[in-house]
């Protein structure tokens, strides 16, 4: 499968954007590991933006990033969603009502629950009538986000956003999945062009690729499933042939040739 | 789009597991629902509950993936001789040749909503409590990865209501892509508090048995199900085909529709166009149809603008609870039954229409030869998909 990268949005620790993100990952810039700055996406209308969970921001910004450094049109742009688990603080505090003997669920909180709230949120905010779809494959769902990106862009021809994100969850349930580090990327996935191109095939086996020059970089990497992707944005940013590997599944992985 | 066949099937709802119960419930119109007595929920609420869900039924070596979520799963996978057309399949394709597309909406979240009640001093979740393999959104998917042996791609959708008839859509495209031969597609969602609580705190649950566009309507009823299909490219004499799908957006509200169903027509609009058919080559139509007040009218809006008054439409959700993740692989086969069995599923619970409505409803089964039928699923977000079958 060939696709081309046609732009980028990035947002973690000490990675604020694509443009100086890129300088950073590429050797260039000295990485500090700075809290991420999630801003409130001035995309979405008021009522929208108070209920958004950071999450949900964090998704809308990168994606919102990668759009407008794009020619594409978001009225026809299809999205794809991907995260381990959604929004863990959402999770923790409906889980902690229901353990109370009132029980008094809030209804917004129990919208802000569905896997699908960024996507539900992207269209509000957008006014976009096109298809989404929202996954997650526990640890390898950045892999399988791009895979189910990139079918979607080979069966229409035409860009498709992806947008993978993860954030840690609060105690108790961060000692049963321990998620460090917000990470959000956007890849904008068009037929040519752009940053770079990937050639994407799906083979056995389990990544082995090199870690990241950065030990901080390298610890969001293994434990962030949306930051798995740091090995692939690193190759982009350096603009040098290279290959990488992301996990898929159990047992298959992506072996992706990269090409500036 | 290019048709895909569907060459095995199974199904559990309230209904009872397989299709021999679920197509005698189709024809006599039962309801399988009933007051909730779930659990500890105390709610003034009827529920649609699988059989024996709550047993100790996965297979031995299993352990780690039980949770509610996989054992209704696994009642489907034991229905209809399912698991050896899988193996057949396995056979014929190998296992990296068939992908997993399922969904769910509510994965094992029960079993830790029930952990959380067991909180140890520290505020810890009790010993032994397991997260990956039961309350991760993909705990289902890696339940069948290796309960079925199966090695394509997989992922787990989760759209809200929408989820399980999504997933033919990716499915399909990525057996077009050419990244697997064939792929098990379908989901399972189970009854939980979070759910019964959330729907609750939106008004959305009604008192009594939910009444699909019925003038006193009052909100939907719950159920739980899981389904699977087998989709391959289509090899068989009287295929029972994937003709088209829609897939939209509202961009209104997270948790209403839009009050003239706009993304629900796009849906069904789109999955027209991607079958190439015209609205009057659809015979019947299988709605979403909770028993919302504003729902309802908003789907039958968007029925009205794009097929008139001429096309048969139902809703099954008075008689399997509205099956949320699980609802659009539910009713796709459902759908699916009625198409190959001639009969035409009623809309239990329908008194006094509601006069507001324009579409054409049928209260009681009606037994019909017919050819192509579209299933509708909406979900929160306002994620729609609609989804055109066709036999004979």
């Given at each position: 499968m060939r696709v081309s990268i046609d732009a980028i949005g990035?947002?973690?620790?000490?990675?604020?954007?694509?443009?100086?993100?890129?300088a950073i990952l590429a050797g260039r810039a000295a990485y500090e590991a700075t809290p991420p700055r999630i801003v409130a996406p001035d995309l979405l209308p008021s009522a929208e933006r108070r209920r958004a969970v950071p999450s949900v921001r964090l998704a809308l910004q990168v994606g919102q990033e990668a759009l407008q450094a794009s020619k594409a049109d978001v009225a026809t742009l299809p999205t794809v969603f991907t995260s381990s688990g959604g929004d863990g603080s959402t999770m923790h505090a409906i889980l902690d009502t229901l353990a109370q003997p009132a029980r008094e669920m809030s209804p917004t909180q129990f919208h802000n629950s569905v896997h699908n709230a960024p996507a539900g949120y992207w269209s509000i905010a957008t006014g976009s009538h096109a298809p989404t779809t929202s996954l997650a494959a526990h640890d390898a769902s950045f892999g399988a986000g791009l895979l189910e990106a990139a079918s979607q862009m080979l069966a229409s021809n035409a860009p498709v956003l992806l947008v993978a994100y993860d954030g840690a969850y609060p105690?108790?349930?961060?000692?049963?999945?321990?998620?460090?580090?917000s990470f959000g990327v956007?890849?904008?996935?068009?037929?040519s062009g752009g940053i770079a191109s990937l050639s994407i095939e799906r083979v056995h086996g389990v990544p082995n690729g090199p870690a990241l020059d950065d030990a901080f970089l390298e610890r969001l990497r293994t434990h962030n499933p949306a930051a798995r992707s740091l090995s692939l944005l690193t190759a982009i940013a350096r603009g040098v042939a290279a290959e990488v590997q992301l996990q898929e599944t159990a047992n298959h992985m992506l072996r992706i040739a990269v090409a500036p | 789009m290019n048709p895909i066949e569907i060459t095995a099937s199974a199904i559990v709802t309230c209904l009872g597991q397989g299709k021999a119960p679920t197509l005698a419930a189709l024809r006599s119109g039962v309801s399988g629902l009933a007051p909730c007595g779930?659990?500890?929920?105390?709610?003034?609420?009827y529920v649609g509950e699988v059989a024996g869900a709550g047993d100790d039924l996965l297979p031995p070596g299993f352990d780690k993936f039980d949770c509610r979520n996989n054992r209704v799963a696994e009642l489907a996978l034991q229905a209809d001789g399912f698991l050896d057309r899988v193996a057949a399949a396995r056979a014929r394709y190998g296992a990296a040749r068939i992908g997993i597309f399922v969904g769910t909406s509510t994965s094992g979240i029960l079993e830790t909503e029930i952990a959380y009640r067991h909180r140890q001093d520290d505020g810890s979740l009790p010993k032994g409590f397991i997260y990956d393999e039961r309350h991760s959104t993909f705990s289902l998917g890696a339940y069948l990865q290796q309960r079925l042996g199966l090695e394509g791609p997989s992922v787990?959708?989760?759209?809200?209501?929408?989820?399980?008839?999504?997933?033919?859509?990716?499915?399909?495209?990525?057996i077009e892509a050419g990244l697997c031969d064939a792929a098990l597609v379908g989901g399972a969602d189970s009854l939980c508090l979070t759910t019964l609580y959330g729907f609750n705190a939106l008004c959305l649950t009604s008192r009594n048995p939910c009444k699909p566009f019925d003038a006193t309507r009052d909100g939907i009823s719950l159920g739980e199900g899981a389904g699977f299909v087998l989709l391959e490219k289509p090899s068989s004499n009287d295929p029972m085909l994937l003709l088209g799908m829609g897939e939209s957006s509202?961009?209104?509200h997270m948790s209403s529709p839009h009050p003239d169903g706009l993304g629900a027509k796009l849906a069904m609009q789109r999955a027209l166009d991607s079958a190439g058919l015209a609205p009057s080559d659809i015979a019947y139509l299988n709605l979403h149809g909770t028993a919302t007040p504003v729902g309802d009218r908003a789907e039958d809006k968007a029925v009205l603008s794009l097929f008139g008054d001429q096309i048969a439409c139902s809703s099954t959700k008075g008689q399997t609870g509205h099956t949320l993740g699980a609802a659009g692989i539910v009713e796709a086969i459902l759908t699916m039954l009625s198409l190959r069995e001639g009969v035409m599923p009623g809309t239990a619970n329908l008194g006094t229409l509601d006069p507001d409505l324009g579409a054409t409803y049928l209260r009681a089964p009606q037994a019909r030869r017919f050819t192509r039928a579209m299933s509708n699923s909406f979900g929160f977000g306002g994620n729609n998909c609609s989804l055109i079958f066709g036999a004979g």
């Open positions: 990035l947002c973690g620790p000490g990675l604020d954007g694509w443009t100086n993100s890129a105690g108790p349930l961060n000692r049963v999945r321990p998620i460090e580090g956007a890849l904008l996935l068009a037929p | 779930f659990e500890t929920v105390q709610l003034p609420t787990v959708l989760s759209a809200a209501c929408a989820t399980t008839a999504k997933a033919f859509a990716a499915a399909h495209r990525m509202d961009a209104y």
